[in-house]
């Protein structure tokens, strides 16, 4: 079986690493995996494992990336096409309409705002990747058999507590060993997205909170706000921009915590991530993130922008290593039970032989 991955891009992101974990998943299965994207890190990264890799300008026009993706459809003679984001399955239905390839296409986030995303009706399978965007699609119109849940799966190798690694970070920011470290992993649009502005406002307003460091992974058109904010409230020292990194679980290896404190997530891939890491996490019960975290047993789920609630919540983990090592021990138990990526490999593969036939 041959497929063809569809992404805009192949920078650091949860649809972007979805992308590279099934590419890599699908390969060590003896499936011939080729991916299609606007180039980004992660795209080197797939070459190196040996993944074919073609340059195709998704958000250009969707015309256009069509054509490209037919070549490609043709030269490697593709049974699916899988396609991420909007933007990318409409390219591929367009393509659909002229040869008639199967596609499937995952909703890493909500969809249907146009007549244009609307065409992605005509997509075979859609896959949702938690129930709050499966409820959302039908509310939109979209069939019920059409569409199935499937759940981010994390490489639960790949992912895995090292102890040689938790103290590297620390090192090299010259953070000390016992001071309350927390990462926020998130792409910066803006400051308010994924909730960078809210953990500048914990830092700066509760006193409690003024011996902690944030580590910030990830980049964007914010992030100069970002810095220009840190500066401005003096925050230089505890605030530490890291851009974006591939191997982001060296990271969360010496943190304590993960916090996302977005506006909105279909899912959080990073909170899965985290607890793969062992590490709690502490995130706005918005959107998907409900169906990720068992609250306060995993992680803990707090009311959008409440944040009193989210620095009473950081400060139960700052003050207690048990907590937060329990927490952390069992949001491994809970990722390898319910988010292991051998299980979302198995449930794509059955939807691409189903819609191949």
Same mark, same amino acid.
């Given at each position: 079986?041959? *497929? ?12 972007? %690493?979805?992308?590279?974990? *099934? ?27 040996? *993944?074919?890799?073609?340059? #195709? ?58 007549? +244009?995303?609307? &065409? ?8 949702? #990747? $938690?129930?709050? #965007? ?9 069939? +019920? ?35 309350? &470290? ?68 060296? *990271? ?9 404190? $977005?506006?909105? +997530? ?7 991530? $985290? ?7 502490? &995130?706005?019960?918005?959107?998907? &993130? ?24 950081? %400060? ?42």
């Amino acid at each position: 079986m041959n *497929i063809l991955m569809v992404v805009p891009r192949l920078n650091i992101g949860g649809a972007e %690493s979805y992308v590279a974990t *099934i590419a890599m998943a699908l390969q060590r299965l003896g499936i011939t995996v080729i991916v299609a994207s606007g180039g980004g890190m992660l795209a080197d990264s797939l070459k190196k494992q040996g *993944i074919r890799h073609y340059h #195709v300008p998704i958000r250009f026009s969707s015309t256009f990336a069509a054509w490209l993706l037919e070549k490609i459809v043709r030269r490697h003679q593709i049974d699916v096409i899988h396609a991420n984001s909007a933007a990318a399955g409409v390219a591929a239905v367009k393509l659909k309409q002229r040869i008639n390839v199967p596609v499937v296409y995952t909703a890493h986030g909500v969809f249907g705002h146009n007549a +244009e995303e609307m &065409t992605l009706n005509q997509c075979d399978k859609i896959i949702c #990747v $938690s129930e709050y #965007v499966r409820h959302y699609a039908l509310q939109k119109g979209f069939g +019920e058999n059409q569409l199935v849940t499937v759940y981010n799966g994390i490489d639960l190798h790949k992912f895995k507590l090292h102890a040689n690694k938790a103290t590297e970070i620390r090192e090299q920011l010259d953070i000390p060993e016992n001071a309350f &470290t927390v990462a926020i992993v998130a792409r910066i649009k803006n400051l308010r997205n994924k909730g960078h502005a809210d953990m500048l406002h914990i830092l700066e307003r509760y006193g409690g909170a003024q011996d902690w460091h944030v580590l910030v992974i990830g980049k964007g058109n914010g992030l100069w706000k970002l810095k220009y904010r840190i500066w401005k409230q003096k925050l230089g020292q505890r605030v530490h921009c890291l851009g974006h990194r591939v191997h982001v679980q060296d *990271i969360l290896a010496g943190v304590d915590a993960t916090v996302l404190p $977005s506006n909105f +997530e279909t899912f959080g891939l990073v909170l899965l991530e $985290s607890m793969a890491m062992e590490k709690p996490v502490v &995130t706005y019960a918005v959107g998907g &993130t409900p169906e990720a975290v068992d609250h306060e047993r995993t992680g803990f789920l707090v009311e959008k922008h409440n944040l009193d609630d989210l620095y009473q919540r950081l %400060s139960m983990l700052a003050d207690d290593k048990e907590l937060r090592l329990s927490m952390g021990r069992q949001g491994r138990q809970w990722v390898e039970s319910h988010f292991d990526s051998n299980d979302m490999i198995k449930k794509l593969v059955d939807i691409y032989q189903d819609v191949k036939k």
